[in-house]
């Protein structure tokens, strides 16, 4: 990092980096460092031994599980854990809904989920997209009507990853037909287990299943887990969003994978030379490099700079589309590194020490589309800039 650190914090970052070192599983490193996505388990596993120290939700206070660091520490933190690599915690218990349930729930909302977030005793997804709604959710027409003590919520949900194996969802429901369209939404916390509940998967060009579609028909969500007011689903939609897309550069991961290129570059060799040795790979390495220490030092700018924030706000999607654009460059080098053989995978198992580098490839072009698409990101800049 080339953040300028105090004392106390270089004391941090020498702590983190001695507890990876020590309790990251070595089978979990193993399988991040070959490319392969964290499994359910895996993240689970690491999150409840991050959960420990408090890091599993750093931010948060320490009544809820937390360990209430500050934001340098929290860019230490992340950075380490990509660079490990580990599997990061999950977004959508840590960084979605736990800041939304303490800005907008009520105190037994947060005594009873927020510990259950942090420790991963349930894992949440995210109910927003719809068909034909996409990322426009206030022409979303799932209908949440209220009989007594619950709603009544039938609709559908799509693209909805991790629903297959979650717990619970997070869902924008619209209670008010006849309210303008940002103002009769709700936000509804549904237990996957309820009776009319359906999941179905949709696999993506990686050939995995990483996406769902949710079909709710007549399904039964008590008033009690509804989070804000009534009709104010928008409002926790939007505080949600700004929180999903802080550290979307994913600096520490991209680093990561340069350094393995790097290291398979300097231990391939074809027509009897290392590919390390050849220059343009070599030239393409460097840029890269740059590229990325440029991306580093406007992610600490806009995470560090409060008037940074407060005079751009598209400064967070010029970080999306650089960070993204990294991401899909790097994994589309390590796929060419790989060669013929990234083609030929058995049982989950790497063959030629070659892992499965196109399916991560593949996986990689998802993030132009999650998080808000490239275009909406585009957009935003041009707005800011040109008024």
Known sequence: MNLDLTPEQSAFRDEVRAFIRERLPQDIRERLRLGYLPR??????????LAERGWAAPHWPRAYGGAELGQVERIILLDELQRAPAPVPQVFNINMLGPVLMKFGTDRQKAWFLPRLANLDLWFCQ???????????????TAALRDGDHYVV????????????????????????????HRGISFLLIDLKSPGVTVRPIRSIDG?????EVFLHDVRVPVDNRVGEEGQGWDCARFLLANERSGIANVGACRERLDYARERAARTRRGGRRLSD?????????????ELRALEVTNQRFLLTPSAQAAMPAFASVLKLRGTALQQQLHGLLARLGGAAVREHVDDEEVDGVPHLVERYLFARAGSIYGG?????????????LG
């Open 40 to 49: 359910k388990q895996d993240t689970v596993r690491w999150q409840r031994i």
């Open 373 to 385: 698409t490239s275009e909406i990101q585009r957009d935003l800049v041009a707005r800011t800039l």
């Open 127 to 141: 109910g927003f997209s719809e068909p034909g709604a996409g990322s426009d959710l206030a022409s979303l027409r």
């Open 278 to 290: 050849d220059p343009h790979l070599r030239h393409e390495m460097a840029v890269l490099d740059a």
């Open 208 to 212: 995995a299943h990483h996406l769902n």
């Open 154 to 181: 039938n609709g559908q949900k799509i693209w909805t990853s991790t629903a297959h194996v979650a717990d619970w969802m997070f869902a924008l429901a619209r209670t008010d037909a006849q309210a303008q369209r």
